[in-house]
């Protein structure tokens, strides 16, 4: 005898989910990761500008200390009108770096009187003020003070 197996197909079988139950959990899942996403995105502009910020800083106190280390003055130049910035030790130029993408100066200007920090050979510098850097919704500060004293920077929200 064969057996032959017949399936059933009947509009009364209520065993899967309904278009509107499935286009539902599609919307929260979609909405969720939207949220997630933005989150994520403004945390990792948040830490670029952080990061920026410690970099520069660390790369001005090297230069101050290589200033008074050795017989030569060393420089950082920042630049007015971009992002980029060089490290210069007499005159030659050790480093050119760049801000992170979307971290900038406010309006386009350093809070500076000039763009040059340059160092003495005693490690002093010849100029102060307030390097403030934006990445369009946080602001983080890096202060530069003359003479012996060391550069600070702090976090503004």
């Known amino acids: 005898m064969e057996r032959v197996l017949a399936l059933r197909f009947s509009t009364d079988d209520r065993s899967g989910f309904s278009l509107l139950e ?51 003055f060393t420089m950082v130049w920042l630049d007015p009108y971009d992002t980029g910035y060089r490290l210069l030790q007499g005159t030659q130029t050790l480093e050119w770096d760049a801000f992170a993408v979307g971290v900038n100066y406010v309006d386009g200007y350093l809070q500076l009187p000039v763009h040059v920090i340059s160092y003495d050979n005693l ?22 003070y003359m003479g012996t004293g060391w550069q600070t920077g702090g976090w503004t929200a």
């Not at 948040?46 to 290589?66: E, F």
């Open 22 to 72: 499935v286009m539902m959990v599609v919307s929260i899942s979609t909405i969720s990761i939207a949220m997630l996403t933005g989150c994520l995105v403004s945390l990792e502009r948040g830490m670029a500008l952080r990061a920026t910020a410690v970099t520069l800083l660390a790369q001005m106190r090297a230069m101050q200390n290589l200033a008074s280390t050795s017989d030569t």
């Open 123 to 144: 490690g002093n510098a010849q100029v102060a003020g307030v390097i403030r850097l934006t990445d369009g919704q946080r602001e983080d500060d890096v202060r530069l």
